[in-house]
């Protein structure tokens, strides 16, 4: 009998758990809009990079509402003692090409602005004139309202901008990237610029191309007129 009632407690307190830990749940479930990553893999000082955050530009006019752009740079890590500065990367043009992409993942994390692609101005800033970078910097922050002791914060030697950079790098190795720029959509790499043309992209690299190909990949709530127009055709 006590066994029984032994059971029967340790079945209350089972439901009673379930029940806690099953809360949340509701919170989780409230639907979220499920915005199509797309990620450039980029050095802030490339003429490639240039075309294709252009191109993006672009694309972001059309489906920018479902679309979550990122940029991921392109270096090598080095434990030598020259490059600590800047989360101990090596970049294809130099230090000041690491502190320009420093600058542009600062940017992106300190943004706090309505529209959630609305740091990637900061790139396309920056890259309207790319010999400038990284002394263009503080303009651009400073234009994008960013909080400029943040920045500066982030984006000084031996900040925490160098641990971003470290780790964008690490993240572009471990997917095998090494041309700039590599476009990826939803987790698979759909296209490369680099050497002034585009190549291996078997769906296309025109602005109409990659809005289809983030059209087709969306799954979330109230698909755009300019997607239902595409997918329909
Ligand atoms: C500066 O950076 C540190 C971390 O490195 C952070 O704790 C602090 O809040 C930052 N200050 C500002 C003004 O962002
Ligand atoms: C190209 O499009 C096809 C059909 O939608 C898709 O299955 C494939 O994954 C795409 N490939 C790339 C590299 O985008």
Redesign the pocket.
């Known amino acids: 009998m006590s066994d029984m009632r032994r059971l029967a407690a340790l079945l209350l307190l089972a439901v009673g758990l379930l029940a806690v830990s099953a809360t949340p749940v509701a919170c989780i479930s409230v639907p979220r809009p499920s915005r199509v990553p797309v990620t450039l893999h980029v050095m802030s000082q490339c003429p490639d990079a240039v075309h294709c955050e252009n191109v993006f530009a672009d694309v972001l006019t059309q489906v920018g509402r479902i679309t979550d752009i990122n940029t991921e740079y392109i270096g090598s890590p080095s434990s030598d003692p020259r490059y600590e500065p800047h989360g101990g990367v090596r970049c294809m043009h130099g230090g000041g090409e690491c502190q320009g992409n420093i600058q542009q993942l600062c940017a992106h994390s300190i943004y706090s602005g309505f529209n959630p692609n609305g740091w990637f101005d900061f790139v396309l800033c920056q890259s309207e004139n790319i010999g400038a970078i990284p002394g263009n910097g503080l303009e651009c922050a400073n234009d994008l309202d960013l909080n400029m002791d943040a920045f500066r914060n982030c984006t000084e030697p031996y900040g925490y901008g160098g641990q971003l950079l470290h780790e964008s790098v690490m993240r572009t190795k471990e997917r095998g990237i090494t041309k700039s720029c590599t476009v990826v959509?939803d987790d698979?790499?759909?296209c490369v610029r680099d050497g002034g043309s585009w190549y291996n992209c078997?769906?296309g690299s025109t602005v109409a191309d990659f809005v289809r190909?983030i059209c087709?990949r969306y799954q979330g709530p109230r698909l755009p007129t300019v997607c239902a127009n595409i997918l329909d055709a």
């Open positions: 959509i698979e790499i759909v078997p769906n190909q087709q």
